[in-house]
């Protein structure tokens, strides 16, 4: 049968052994990118991220007044525009990036000009209400199309909001404190789960003060940022697909050099721990207030136990949900996953897909609006998997073909190159057939 040039084809492994060094987390690169471009000075990062979102959020910024130079190791250097952005010529396309439309339009609100924002068929499904809501109350001007990208921003000066976020979010509370970072007074968002917190530590990185508790971030404002120097550290979501894998094959062991282990995303590590998996964590260090360390893992003897996430954990876990998702008919008891509904406006509604797919594998799951049950001890087969162009759809179902019977054929499998272009030659890497 041939293959197009959009799927892969993956073949059951016997095992997943070897040892990774991960691209830079997406995250943390598009905050460095945002912040480092706005910036006065010229910053320089090392092991940025490949991932296209990333390439948006650098094409945004040059768009905006930034110089941007990136070479082939994958280091950048940005020079800012030291607080005042030239408004763009053209449309600023955050192709299928949420994080880049939701902070940029933040850094923008404040500023002076009028600036349009468009994504690809993807982004322009999601929702936007979600940073017209607070970026109006502090007197910004945005028209949205039904809810949705494309959307303009009409840049004023903005007074201080005390803001709580209606549902978690890192894209949201980032938006509202770059729009705080250029705004006379104090700004503050509160969320009931900690999301993310690249931002606030980056904000302190380039120099801004602000103010943390255990639940409310505020930011004084106006305030400047200044150039730095920092090694992105690896994308502990993106190396979610290869613990799961590895987390699977009893005799495994895979080894992570300078992960990025900041607690707010590293929830999956417990999930894995308390599924039964062998964990050990090295050589942790503080880079630019980021944890950074060696990660080991293997599968028990026996086999995975079983795992519930809800509430608070299902916010934390949300962009490894997939992948738990994926493995979970491995299991002896199954996962059982709720309080996801934001998985439904993902890059794709996410829990339908990775029900549809788990069936199409011939596995037995239950849907909800805000989860999903896994059962355990079943068997998949190799199927023909439907990624949605969601490159965690396309890479979760490659890590629940390593063990299905039979051959799985991903579709829209490059869509992984929205935040892992080499995830497949490292699968290769890793996967002993
Ligand atoms: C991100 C936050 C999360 C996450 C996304 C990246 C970020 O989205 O799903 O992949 O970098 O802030 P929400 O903030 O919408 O939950």
Request: charged share 20%; glycine share 10%.
């Amino acid at each position: 049968m041939p293959i197009a040039a959009q799927e892969r084809l993956i073949r059951p492994a016997r095992n997943v052994y070897g040892s990774l060094r991960l691209p830079g987390d997406k995250s943390i690169s598009h905050r460095y990118a945002m912040l480092a471009a706005f910036a006065e000075g010229t910053s320089r990062f090392t092991n940025f991220s490949t991932g296209a979102d990333c390439a948006s959020t650098l094409a945004c910024m040059e768009a905006l007044g930034a110089k941007v130079n990136k070479t082939n190791d994958n280091s950048v250097e940005i020079s800012g525009v030291a607080g005042r952005v030239i408004p763009a010529k053209h449309p600023l396309d955050c192709g299928n990036s949420g994080s880049t439309m939701r902070m940029i339009s933040g850094l923008l609100a404040p500023q002076q000009g009028s600036f349009t924002l468009v994504g690809d068929a993807s982004l322009s499904r999601r929702p936007m209400e979600r940073i017209r809501k607070p970026l109006e109350t502090m007197g910004a001007r945005l028209t949205l199309t039904e809810g949705h990208a494309p959307l303009t921003i009409h840049g004023n000066p903005l007074h201080p909001i005390d803001y709580t976020t209606p549902v978690p979010s890192a894209q949201v509370k980032t938006c509202v404190l770059l729009a705080g970072l250029q705004t006379a007074g104090t700004t503050t968002v509160r969320e009931a789960v900690r999301t993310r917190d690249h931002s606030e530590l980056a904000l302190r990185a380039f120099g801004a003060t602000l103010t943390r508790t255990l639940d409310s971030v505020s930011i004084p404002g106006p305030q400047c940022l200044y150039a730095i120097s920092a090694a992105v550290p690896g994308d502990i979501s993106s190396a979610a697909f290869f613990l799961c894998a590895a987390a699977l094959f009893p005799g495994s062991g895979l080894v992570f050099d300078s992960l990025g282990l900041n607690p707010t995303r590293a929830t999956l590590l417990d999930v894995l721990t308390a599924l039964g998996a062998h964990i050990a964590v090295l050589n942790l260090e503080e880079k630019n207030a980021e944890l950074v360390g060696t990660v080991q893992v293997s599968a028990p003897p026996q086999g995975l136990g079983s795992a519930e996430v809800s509430g608070a954990l299902a916010a934390q876990l949300i962009d490894e949900l997939p992948v738990l998702a994926a493995i979970a008919p491995y299991t002896s008891g199954g996962i059982r996953i709720r309080g996801a509904r934001e998985l439904r406006v993902k890059e794709s509604d996410r829990i339908a897909l990775i029900v549809k797919n788990l069936r199409t594998m011939g596995a037995e799951v239950a849907e909800f609006e805000d989860g999903l049950d896994v059962p355990g001890g079943q068997t998949l087969h190799g199927a023909t998997i439907d990624s949605g162009g969601d490159h965690r759809i396309a890479m979760a179902f490659s890590v629940a073909a390593l063990r299905a019977e039979g051959e799985t054929l991903i579709q829209g499998a490059e869509s992984a190159a929205i935040s892992f272009p080499e995830f497949f030659n490292l699968l290769d890497l890793v996967a002993e057939r």
